[in-house]
């Protein structure tokens, strides 16, 4: 899931489950980079990412804006095992990671307000300059990045 944005969604932006107890069938795989949550999930107990059971995970470059405050931003249930990896994410008036391990953050987290080029519009690309810019992977932005049709 990348360069997407989820906006008012009174629900779970994203929601991947993967239950059972057999261990021979792999996945899931799951990717969710350059995405913005805004106003996503503030419901008690929610959540505007929700991750069971992935085997391998990664979660980086995203901005999470008033998107699960009265729960969390990201809640994982994940064992030891699984590879899981959050990083270069932001955080503004949100409600964080809750992990079942507490050791999936390998990335620099920030708290700081997003400044989007149109949010009127839908337009949620960081404004350049801002304090989203080149923080991401790479020096990626943070957040929705600029697309070019060709």
């Not at 969390?72 to 030891?80: A, V």
């Not at 590879?83 to 620099?108: E, H, P, Q, Y």
């Not at 080029?117 to 020096?139: C, M, Q």
Request: proline share 3%; with cysteine.
């Amino acid at each position: 899931i990348e360069n997407c944005a989820f906006y008012r969604i009174l629900g779970v932006g994203i929601n991947i489950y993967r239950g059972g107890s057999d261990e021979s069938t792999a996945g899931p795989y799951v990717d969710i980079s350059h995405c913005t949550f805004e106003d996503v999930c503030n419901k008690g107990r929610g959540s505007a990412v929700r991750l069971v059971g992935p085997q391998v995970l990664t979660v980086r470059d995203c901005n999470f804006s008033n998107s699960g405050r009265a729960g969390k931003s990201i809640r994982l249930d994940e064992t030891p095992w699984e590879k899981v990896v959050i990083a270069n994410c932001n955080f503004w008036r949100s409600g964080g990671i809750l992990s079942m391990t507490d050791n999936v953050v390998k990335g620099d987290m920030m708290e700081v307000e997003p400044a989007y080029v149109d949010p009127a519009k839908y337009d949620f690309r960081s404004v350049k300059g801002s304090a989203l810019s080149g923080k991401g992977t790479g020096g990626s932005d943070i957040g929705i990045q600029e697309t070019h049709n060709k």
